[in-house]
């Protein structure tokens, strides 16, 4: 009870919000399984990508701002993002990108086999053929298949210029446990879930500060089963004499926020309600759904935002 089960999403900044649209959901073969609005600036889109349902550790979201400065990582972000993808699937991954004329570097990380590259906006990402079963199934598309298809988050590595008040952060109140260490990379994992379980914390001393901007990631959000274990989890922070919000109704989920003393900004985030609260599985993305309070302003909404072609 009132642990943390993994990762739940990760939010980003994009620019073009149809660039972003289209690499995702066409050059990436997720699902947008969400569109609507940026709750604080409600002529900004937030999109949700990921597998077939929006299974928590699978959703990667972004508020597109057109005219975004281009961002820069650092210390006190989360500078990667690593997607779990089939084994032998990284072929298939490096003839599409080539296809494409997108940059990648190969690698490998903890004996596991890694792809990086960046998304339009400079955003980095891996995807790397994990050393245990993944059993998740990813979302098909034409072109993309289920035994090549990204499955969900397998990591994700926050940079610090230290990590022991990170670390105590993942292991004291989250559960995790440090499981193994390249260098000045710390790879952290719970036992609670099987897949979205790790957490990778990078310690560079000299590491300037990041600019949270275009192609930069806005913050982590841990899993919590419910309100219960969320609001038990903020007790534990609260303790910890750290600063954290009141509980936040995000629509498909309740959230919390709070910046870990490294800078990384995490969230809290439940698995209830999902998003097929306000459209079945079938219609996910499909249309611009809005939080109640910006319901009345729909017609100037839709004609502030940009057009988008999902087809």
């Keep these: 009870m009132n642990k943390i089960l993994g990762l739940h999403h990760i939010t980003a900044i994009a620019g073009d919000a149809q660039r972003n649209y289209d690499f995702y959901t066409k050059t990436l073969g997720l699902r947008l399984v969400k ?10 889109y937030h999109f949700y990508f990921g597998d077939k349902v929006g299974t928590p550790g699978t959703i990667l979201t972004f508020f597109p701002w057109k005219n975004v400065r281009q961002g820069k990582n650092g210390a006190g972000m989360a500078t990667d993002i690593g997607y779990s993808v089939p084994k032998e699937s990284l072929d298939f991954w490096k003839s599409r990108l ?30 790397i ?12 598309t034409p072109e993309i298949k289920t035994d090549v298809a990204i499955k969900g988050f397998h990591t994700v590595i926050l940079t610090l210029k230290n990590n022991a008040a990170t670390a105590a952060i993942l292991t004291d109140l989250f559960g995790y446990k440090l499981i193994d260490q390249e260098d000045n990379l710390y790879r952290y994992q719970t036992d609670t879930v099987e897949n979205a ?7 560079i001393p000299e590491a300037e500060r990041g600019l949270n901007a275009g192609g ?5 959000a841990f899993r919590v089963k419910n309100e219960e274990d969320l609001m ?3 007790e534990k922070i609260v303790a910890r004499g750290l600063h954290i919000t009141e509980k936040i109704d995000r629509d498909y989920f309740f959230s919390l926020y709070f910046r870990e003393p490294g800078g990384v900004l995490f969230e809290i985030a439940t698995d209830n309600p ?4 306000d459209e079945t599985v079938e219609k996910l993305g499909s249309s611009l759904q809005l939080p109640k309070q910006y319901q009345p302003m729909r017609d100037r909404i839709e004609k502030g935002l940009p057009e988008l072609k999902t087809k």
């Design 216 to 220: 930069t990631n806005h913050h982590v």
């Design 98 to 127: 080539e296809k494409l004329n997108i940059s990648y570097e190969t690698g490998e990380k903890f004996g596991e086999k890694l792809l990086s590259f960046q998304d339009p906006d400079g955003l980095q990402l891996t995807l």
């Design 197 to 203: 379980a790790m957490v990778d914390l990078l310690e």
């Design 232 to 234: 038990a989890m903020r």
């Design 274 to 277: 999902g998003f097929a609260t």
């Design 35 to 44: 569109k609507t609005v940026n709750f604080d600036d409600p002529q900004t």
């Design 129 to 140: 053929e994990t050393k245990h079963n993944d059993a998740r199934k990813g979302f098909e």
